[in-house]
């Protein structure tokens, strides 16, 4: 089946500064990747979609500018959390379409920790 | 994308039968019923998907009302592994363009 990896699968980074989670997929292409935020105890929210040669779409909320979206490639995408305050603190997922169009296969997660 | 409505938790025998109801009563047409679950700490996993017609893979078997206001994910042998949140959502199919939204999904515990 479809493999989606994260990288890196956890990070600890202090209140201010940046970090990167790369999530790629690594049999298949996807010009449409998703990111998601999960806080403890809560389901899954979709924060934007990243496409391939275009801008990152978000859903109502989510900062574009504190959270870049950088689809680079056909298997990769990035979000970078700029200025990350503890707020930020949460596990990020991001998934690709399988190639039916029907399911979507997710990233293992990246669980950061903004200290 | 309909609304679903699932009990927020269920316990099964491990090794037993496991039955996931989901309620998706202004499901329109065209849409899909689809499952997915989550291991704690990680990302979803896909399960199966549906219109009208019961479907079965290797995982689960996934039962729709005729009316299609109602569908039921059944784990045939339930294992320890199986412990996981349960999402049912329903949504048009080709959806490579569109994120899922997730409910709060129910949360299967198998116990031993």
């Known amino acids: 089946g479809a493999v989606v990896s994260q990288h890196p699968s956890w990070v600890i980074c202090k209140s201010g500064t940046s970090v990167k989670i790369e999530c790629r997929s690594l049999d298949f292409q996807a010009t449409t990747m998703f990111w998601y935020r999960q806080f403890p105890k809560q389901s899954l929210m979709l924060m934007a979609t990243s496409n391939e040669g275009s801008k990152a779409t978000y859903e109502q909320g989510v900062e574009k500018d504190k959270f870049l979206i950088n689809h680079a490639s056909l298997t990769l995408s990035t979000l970078t959390v700029t200025s990350a305050h503890p707020e930020d603190s949460s596990f990020y997922i991001c998934?690709?379409?399988?190639?039916?169009?029907?399911?979507?296969?997710f990233g293992p997660g990246t669980r950061l920790t903004v200290t | 994308d309909a609304k679903t409505t699932q009990p927020p938790s269920m316990d099964c025998a491990e090794g037993r039968a496991a039955n996931l109801p989901c309620n998706h009563s202004t499901i329109s047409g065209n849409e899909y019923v689809y499952w997915y679950r989550q291991i704690h700490s990680q990302g979803p996993q896909y399960i199966i998907h549906?219109?009208?017609n019961n479907e079965t893979n290797e995982m689960a078997s996934l039962i729709i009302t005729e009316d299609r206001k109602s569908s039921t994910l059944i784990l045939p042998h339930a294992t320890l592994r199986d412990t996981a949140v349960y999402y049912c959502i329903v949504r048009f199919p080709g959806g490579g363009a569109d994120g899922l939204t997730f409910g709060k999904g129910t949360h299967l515990i198998i116990q031993p």
């Open positions: 998934s690709a379409p399988g190639t039916g169009g029907y399911e979507q296969y």
């Open positions: 549906g219109l009208k």
